[in-house]
């Protein structure tokens, strides 16, 4: 079968519907999943808001049906959802139809095992893959097919995270991206009895995204929501990405918060839950994860970016917690996956505990660790552009763990190329603004030379 063989990425599957993802792909990848997976329990299979993504699952639930596997069919579900059910159920796998953030013209598939692991190309991909570039097909007996609305027993789960606290009344502009995050969030205040007045912004599920790309973490996608929870006078806003795997917010007088700094306070939430224990983070930024880790008792441990690698990570060091800078933030007690609710649930929870505002919590951490926010450029030849800083900083303390990481005593900067886009992402942090901002235009003339 003629396949794009750039849809196959490191931790997930994703191209152009119906250019190279389409019903024919996605009934191909769905028994190369029975394939190489060998299920013996149900797998679950769940889809996003994307305008294609019905049409995209009823071919995976034909392709392992056919297969032999017994299926519980979802429906319109977050990704943390989806990762819940297949924990939760103890069911044998799972696959979400979702291009996550992308454009609205993107789909694919993000897929697990039993107990939540991450299939990636060295544990799945490449094999499902080479499975899809065959012209075999699997018929077994028909496996089963049920339906299962899982959305109760999630917001149950949910909830728990707050521990019993009483949350304080708020003012929260929630913004889903046209996602489903925003009817989840609904049903949490409803059913949690949340004393929570919502602004709601972008809340109606819309699969052609009509403000374009659904991704907060883009600077661009901002404004709109940062504005709004400004002059509502809100306590709180918080934004997800379309799938709802990542969460991001923004403090009371409207200034978006970066997860780098949200993630210090989640870092001292978990480690004062589980003394001593390891907190995963990524090489983009490091110097406030590190602080926060060690003064807070735990152990930190650096892994390459990406979720399924950061997963892997947490399993084998039995890690409670991880935080990416790109609003990704995963819990041991949530199978070691990624959660757009979980945080949610935290931050309401420390800012009832405290009777503080987000601004007083995360104020002197940004005050402290200065950023440049991540830049990305289109670049020719990424690896030669690395090879290239390499050699031009060569005094500084350098490591290739992803990409490439110049650590100095005054700053520091990472550049690797992305997982999913043909792109070159930069991060620099500083002791001040002054020296961010310097490297960052010494750093970008030199890619620059190259795109």
């Given at each position: 079968?003629?396949?794009?063989?750039?849809?196959?990425?490191?931790?997930?599957?994703?191209g152009i519907y119906?250019?190279n993802?389409n019903?024919?792909?996605?009934?191909?990848i769905?028994?190369?999943?029975?394939n190489?997976?060998?299920?013996?329990?149900k797998?679950?299979?769940?889809?996003d808001v994307r305008?294609?993504?019905?049409?995209?699952?009823?071919?995976?639930?034909n392709?392992?049906?056919?297969?032999?596997?017994n299926?519980?069919?979802?429906?319109?579900?977050t990704t943390?959802?989806y990762?819940?059910?297949?924990?939760f159920?103890?069911?044998s796998?799972?696959?979400?139809v979702?291009?996550s953030?992308?454009?609205p013209?993107w789909?694919?598939?993000?897929?697990?095992r039993?107990?939540?692991?991450?299939?990636?190309?060295?544990?799945?991909?490449n094999?499902?893959?080479?499975?899809?570039?065959?012209n075999?097909k699997i018929r077994?007996?028909?496996?089963?097919v049920?339906?299962?609305?899982?959305?109760?027993?999630?917001l149950?789960?949910v909830?728990k995270w707050?521990?019993?606290?009483?949350?304080s009344p708020?003012?929260?502009?929630?913004n889903?991206n046209f996602?489903?995050?925003g009817?989840?969030?609904?049903?949490l205040?409803?059913?949690?009895?949340?004393p929570i007045?919502?602004i709601?912004?972008?809340c109606e599920?819309?699969?052609?995204f009509?403000?374009?790309?659904p991704?907060p973490f883009?600077p661009?996608?901002?404004?709109?929501?940062v504005?709004?929870?400004?002059k509502?006078?809100s306590?709180?806003g918080?934004?997800w990405?379309?799938?709802a795997?990542?969460v991001?917010?923004?403090t009371?007088?409207g200034?978006f918060v970066?997860?780098?700094?949200?993630?210090?306070l989640?870092?001292?939430?978990?480690?004062?839950?589980y003394p001593k224990q390891?907190i995963?983070?990524d090489p983009?930024?490091?110097?406030a994860?590190?602080d926060?880790?060690l003064?807070?008792?735990?152990i930190p441990?650096?892994?390459?970016?990406?979720?399924?690698?950061?997963?892997?990570k947490m399993?084998s060091?039995?890690?409670?917690f991880?935080?990416?800078?790109?609003?990704?933030?995963?819990?041991r007690d949530?199978?070691?996956a990624d959660s757009?609710?979980?945080?949610?649930m935290q931050?309401l929870?420390?800012l009832?505990?405290?009777?503080?505002?987000?601004s007083d919590l995360?104020?002197?951490?940004?005050?402290?660790y200065h950023?440049?926010g991540?830049?990305?450029s289109?670049?020719?030849?990424?690896e030669k552009?690395i090879?290239?800083?390499?050699?031009?900083?060569?005094?500084g303390?350098?490591?290739?763990?992803?990409?490439l990481?110049v650590?100095?005593?005054n700053?520091?900067?990472?550049?690797r190329?992305?997982?999913t886009?043909?792109?070159l992402?930069?991060?620099?942090?500083?002791?001040?603004?002054?020296i961010v901002n310097?490297?960052?235009?010494?750093?970008?003339s030199?890619?620059?030379n190259?795109s």
């Open positions: 079968m003629k396949i794009d063989p750039t849809i196959f990425k490191a931790y997930d599957i994703r119906p250019k993802i019903e024919e792909i996605a009934y191909k769905a028994q190369g999943y029975a190489y997976c060998r299920p013996k329990g797998v679950l299979v769940g889809r305008i294609h993504s019905q049409k995209l699952q009823e071919a995976v639930i392709g392992l049906s056919d297969a032999g596997v299926v519980c069919d979802v429906g319109l579900i943390d959802m990762y819940f059910g297949v924990g159920y103890n069911f796998g799972g696959i979400q979702t291009a953030h992308n454009p013209e789909n694919g598939f993000k897929m697990v039993e107990n939540v692991a991450p299939i990636t190309q060295e544990t799945g991909i094999q499902i893959k080479r499975f899809v570039e065959t075999k077994r007996k028909m496996g089963q049920e339906k299962k609305d899982l959305t109760d027993d999630y149950l789960y909830l707050l521990e019993g606290v009483k949350i708020l003012k929260v502009v929630i889903p996602g489903y995050a009817i989840i969030f609904e049903k205040v409803h059913k949690g009895k949340l007045e919502l709601k912004l972008n599920p819309d699969g052609t009509p403000k374009g790309r991704d883009v661009e996608n901002r404004p709109e929501f504005q709004l929870v400004k509502s006078n306590d709180l918080i934004a990405d379309a799938d795997d990542r991001f917010f923004c009371e007088g200034v970066e997860p780098y700094y949200i993630n210090t989640f870092i001292k939430i978990m480690l004062k839950k390891k995963i983070y983009r930024y490091t110097w994860l590190r926060s880790i003064e807070n008792g735990g441990v650096v892994c390459r970016v990406g979720h399924s690698f950061i997963k892997e399993r060091e039995n890690a409670v991880a935080g990416e800078s790109s609003g990704h933030t995963y819990y949530f199978w070691y757009g609710m979980i945080p949610v931050i929870r420390i009832s505990l405290t009777k503080k505002k987000l995360i104020f002197p951490i940004m005050k402290k950023i440049s991540e830049i990305n289109e670049v020719r030849d990424k552009v090879k290239n800083l390499s050699e031009l900083y060569t005094d303390k350098q490591d290739q763990l992803d990409g990481t650590e100095y005593e700053f520091r900067f990472n550049v190329p992305s997982n886009e043909p792109l992402r930069l991060n620099i942090e500083g002791k001040s603004k002054e310097r490297k960052k235009e010494e750093i970008l030199v890619i620059r190259f």
